[in-house]
């Protein structure tokens, strides 16, 4: 166990609970989406129902798991205590959700005031989020690599919500800006500042502690997210919508920084100390390997001529980041999360009166497995269906079965929680009578 966790810290359990639930409701949708529109939704990023079912995915499923996870994270690792958590949960939780279905339904709809509702809403629970979390993080005496990046990555959600906001009006009010240049910077912030910058911040405590590998390089831990930020930072401070040479230079030097924190993590997972490939292991394996993925296909789509204007070039390096490095890490590190919350607040109520279920109890590793090779399926027919359209449906829908498959292994969890909990009190009861 990491020797700097405060378990006596954490928030209540339905604080992240209500957040990790909900994710797999969205890619449910996302998956269903593609599976009605077909191979249409593939053919350019700017289509409605591609940027419906991208923002069904990182609005839906990656912001709900990241802040459902950053409630729980932020006191227990980084001594980061949260203002009031079961309150601002409740605020924070259905505001996110609803926003979400709000944009969603806009994009496919096209309705301007969809938009600006959105916005509102996006607004008030990201900005109360980054609120209580900054002040959280500002306050706490903690240092190091970890706390540092997570800093910074709360920079980049404010950075992408301030960018999403922009955008939301421009679409409500038919503005004359340059909203598809506005829309990558946007995403880099989105999906490099805030996502991959938490994902790695989380992985320098996680990876070691789950996984028994080595630590994080120093060095590496330190300066990976200041090199993102920066080419992020630069990117922005040079904005030029006319500019697609430097927009193009800036996201492959990006890219090309987080290929070194895949590598990184690839070679510590060589020298575990336990050579068991559970399912969190073998998630985040693909996660990696597919962020490596994304260095590779960018430069391959920089390189050749026949690939710069092929507009699912686009889509498959989304696809490869979104579903490849994100959702398989999220799904990973939700297996090892919720089974030992549950097991450390059943260990707290029955103290020395029983035993709680094991980790592997509370989800059986044979259905996190086969939950990973559905997902590992849909995955490989998610980037064919990019070059072969008819596969689109039939992608679709086995990505929805994945985050259903997902949902019910942690609603089964949830269960083994309760009922172990309802056990320990009837007999508490049981011994006072």
């Known amino acids: 166990m990491h020797p700097d966790l405060s378990f006596d810290q954490a928030p209540p359990i339905d604080v992240p609970f209500r957040f990790f639930l909900t994710a797999p409701l969205f890619g449910i949708a996302a998956g269903l989406l593609l599976a009605i529109v077909g191979g249409e939704m593939f053919a350019s990023r700017w289509m409605p129902p591609a940027l419906a079912g991208t923002h069904l995915l990182v609005l839906g499923f990656m912001l709900q798991a990241m802040c459902g996870a950053l409630l729980q994270f932020l006191p227990v690792a980084a001594g980061a205590n949260i203002w009031r958590p079961r309150w601002v949960a409740g605020v924070v939780h259905p505001l996110l959700a609803v926003s979400a279905v709000l944009l969603v339904t806009a994009f496919l709809s096209q309705r301007s005031g969809l938009f600006l509702a959105a916005a509102i809403g996006l607004a008030l629970g990201l900005g109360l989020f980054a609120v209580v979390t900054g002040i959280a993080l500002w306050r706490t005496p903690a240092r190091g690599a970890t706390v540092m990046a997570l800093r910074l990555a709360l920079l980049g959600l404010v950075a992408t919500l301030s960018l999403g906001i922009l955008l939301a009006t421009g679409l409500a009010r038919g503005s004359d800006w340059p909203l598809l240049a506005l829309t990558d910077l946007h995403a880099a912030w989105g999906l490099g500042g805030w996502a991959l910058i938490l994902l790695a911040g989380v992985s320098y405590y996680v990876v070691p502690m789950f996984q028994l590998t080595p630590a994080y390089p120093a060095r590496l831990a330190r300066s990976l997210p200041l090199l993102l930020l920066a080419v992020l930072a630069g990117w922005s401070l040079t904005f030029d919508p006319g500019a697609a040479g430097r927009q193009q230079v800036a996201f492959i030097g990006g890219v090309a920084v987080s290929s070194a924190y895949a590598v990184s993590t690839l070679r510590l997972q060589q020298r575990r100390r336990r050579k068991v490939s559970d399912a969190t292991f073998l998630f985040f394996r693909v996660a990696m390997l597919a962020l490596l993925g994304v260095f590779v296909s960018a430069l ?34 939700l297996y090892k999360i919720v089974p030992f919350l549950n097991w450390l607040h059943l260990q707290n109520l029955c103290g020395m009166r029983a035993m709680p279920p094991t980790m592997h109890q509370m989800i059986p590793e044979r259905r996190m497995r086969g939950q990973f090779y559905l997902h590992l399926a849909a995955l490989g027919m998610l980037l064919a269906a990019v070059w072969w359209p008819l596969l689109a449906r039939p992608a679709g829908l086995l990505f929805a079965a994945s985050c259903a498959w997902l949902g019910y292994n942690l609603l089964g969890a949830v269960g083994v929680y309760r009922a172990f909990k309802t056990r320990i009190r009837a007999d508490a009861s049981d011994r006072r009578s």
């Open 300 to 333: 391959a789509i920089t390189l050749l001529p026949a690939l710069q204007n092929e507009p699912r070039g686009a889509v498959w390096i989304g696809l490869l980041a979104i579903v490849g490095v994100f959702v398989s890490a999220i799904n990973g590190m």
